[in-house]
């Protein structure tokens, strides 16, 4: 038997002509569907993911314990393990605590995220005997997380008017760039050369091109059709 429409041969079983989709159709004629010219689609087994998050949890562990024990036996206290340990929590935290999930909520694991390598640093500081943390690296990590996690919740939550979210963000960084630069000479002394505008220069008026965009309807249009979006 041959398709209607594109006349190519046809086996007994096919309900539909495998090349124009035409349906078959005989008076009398039920197709067989045992007889299918090709194997039943079967769709292949699926790894559990948690087996391999089990392994890297448990390399994890052992990983923390024999750098403690180490550390503890040859340095006769805890030196340099705090930072292997607090590492090992920190690649946890950020790349395999996620996975544990069904549903991954990105408006909740960024802020965690961010609080975590704050945290590490503030480790850092502290066993190094520093005096950087309070001054700059928590407003940094703070004003990168509020940002960053801000987008990240808008985005989640609203999934729209995502112009006027990343131009405000971007916004946001600029200005935060004159304060890091004041924040940085605080900390570290150096030069104050008065960076900080450049970038925050640069971002305002990204983020000021992204909220026209957003705003004037034609000119939105003729850049989604330029660039095929
Ligand atoms: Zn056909």
Redesign the pocket.
């Given at each position: 038997m041959y398709?209607v429409?594109?006349?190519?041969e046809l086996s007994e079983s096919e309900k539909r002509?495998p090349?124009?989709?035409?349906e078959v159709y005989l008076p009398g004629y039920a197709p067989n569907e045992d007889a299918r010219p090709y194997p039943k689609f079967e769709k292949p087994e699926k790894v559990n993911p948690r087996g391999i998050y089990f392994i890297i949890s448990f390399v994890c562990i052992i990983g923390a314990i024999i750098s403690f024990v180490c550390d503890l036996n040859l340095g006769g206290g805890i030196t340099w393990s705090g930072y292997a340990i607090g590492g090992i929590a920190l690649f946890y935290i950020l790349f395999i605590l996620p996975g544990w999930f069904k549903r991954f909520n990105p408006a909740i694991f960024i802020p965690c995220d961010f609080l975590a390598i704050g945290l590490f640093l503030a480790y850092v500081n502290l066993a190094t005997g520093g005096s950087w943390f309070l001054s700059f690296a928590f407003p940094l990590t703070g004003a990168v997380t509020l940002i960053i996690s801000s987008i990240t919740i808008l985005c989640y939550y609203i999934k729209r008017g995502y112009l006027y979210i990343f131009g405000g963000a971007f916004i946001a960084a600029g200005l935060f760039c004159p304060v890091l630069e004041l924040l940085g000479y605080l900390t570290f002394g150096g030069e104050y050369i008065m960076w900080g505008i450049y970038p925050l220069i640069a971002l305002f008026l990204i983020g000021i091109m992204l909220i026209v965009i957003a705003i004037v309807k034609p000119f939105r249009e003729s850049l989604c059709r330029i660039f095929a979006i």
């Open positions: 398709c429409k594109c006349g190519v002509c090349l124009c989709h035409t």
